[in-house]
């Protein structure tokens, strides 16, 4: 079994803002001076009172806020609009850290491309496998039913009671959309190959990435080994340049006209070694793990008989 690490949203997130922030470009701070709960629509803050004004967006964990109105006294009261741009109101304290005015990143957005990578490119470049052993119950073809979240099967194996090996077998094919009456998940893998009864399958298989929890900071994914920081340069470069870029792009990054680089607000030269260096991690990663080839069967065309 693949050595895997287990990481939560929260870290990934610290690290893509690692990426994207210098530390003397980091947004001012703005602590709470009290603490608040989901509905509370005013509050006031210890530091940089100067800088929040009306339309000031304030970040506090994963929530934005946005300043409606603005009570100059001591300390100044700042009425706010909760859950702003989509976000979630949730309460805050004092202590539990720091506020930051008119973020640049802001974390809903990065927890937003992280999971958006796991839901496509981290499928397709890095798959999740697991596998499951099933014990023949005849010696000529039969179905063997797949788990529900089985993507595709990757790999069948034999092992062989009498010689004491395990070898690959080939002519097994997967198949979908079964009768749920007869396979309860509607999927099976058929498998041609004469076997002993005795023996056992062992089936490796492609299962998409998951995360458990709630929803928030706090969820966990189970990655494999060598791949933790790549999550967090998929979120930074797309933070940067909002959308993913294809090698073929980078390799003519220096075509884009001067005006990108302005509207995006950093050089070019950085959104090409960010896409860079993860297209190189990525390469890096698939060389420590094992992806077996997906060879499902096929029938031979009749001229070929």
């Not at 802001?106 to 099933?134: H, T, Y």
Request: net charge negative; glycine share 4%.
């Amino acid at each position: 079994m693949a050595t895997t690490t287990t990481l939560t949203m929260s870290e990934l997130i610290d690290e893509s803002l690692a990426y994207l922030y210098r530390v003397q470009e980091r947004p001012r701070p703005a602590p709470l001076n009290a603490d608040i709960d989901a509905s509370i629509t005013t509050l006031s803050v210890s530091q940089s009172e100067d800088q929040i004004h009306v339309t000031t967006v304030l970040e506090y964990g994963a929530e934005l806020m946005l300043v409606t109105d603005v009570t100059r006294s001591t300390p100044d009261v700042f009425t706010v609009s909760r859950g702003y741009a989509d976000t979630t109101a949730a309460a805050h304290t004092a202590a539990s850290g720091e506020g930051l005015i008119n973020p640049l990143f802001p974390r809903r957005e990065i927890d937003r491309k992280i999971r958006e990578f796991f839901k496509g490119p981290a499928n397709v470049w890095l798959p999740k496998m697991e596998s499951v052993e099933d014990a023949t119950t005849a010696d000529t073809a039969h179905f063997i039913e797949l788990p529900a979240d089985c993507v595709r099967v990757l790999e069948v194996r034999h092992y062989s009671t009498t010689t004491g090996k395990i070898v690959h077998i080939g002519n097994w094919e997967m198949h979908e959309n079964l009768p749920t009456a007869d396979f309860t998940t509607g999927k099976a893998l058929a498998v041609s190959a004469s076997i002993y009864s005795t023996d056992d399958l062992y089936i490796t298989y492609q299962v998409p990435h998951e995360w458990t929890g709630s929803g928030d900071e706090a969820d966990t994914i189970t990655l494999t080994f060598g791949v933790e920081d790549i999550p967090t340069l998929y979120a930074a470069a797309t933070m940067i340049t909002g959308r993913e870029l294809t090698r073929l792009e980078l390799d003519h990054i220096e075509e884009w006209n001067a005006t990108e680089a302005i509207r995006q607000g950093t050089p070019v030269r950085y959104i090409q070694q960010l896409w860079q260096q993860f297209y190189r991690r990525i390469d890096e990663a698939r060389r420590l793990q094992y992806v077996p080839k997906h060879r499902p069967y096929r029938k031979m065309p009749r001229s070929l008989r």
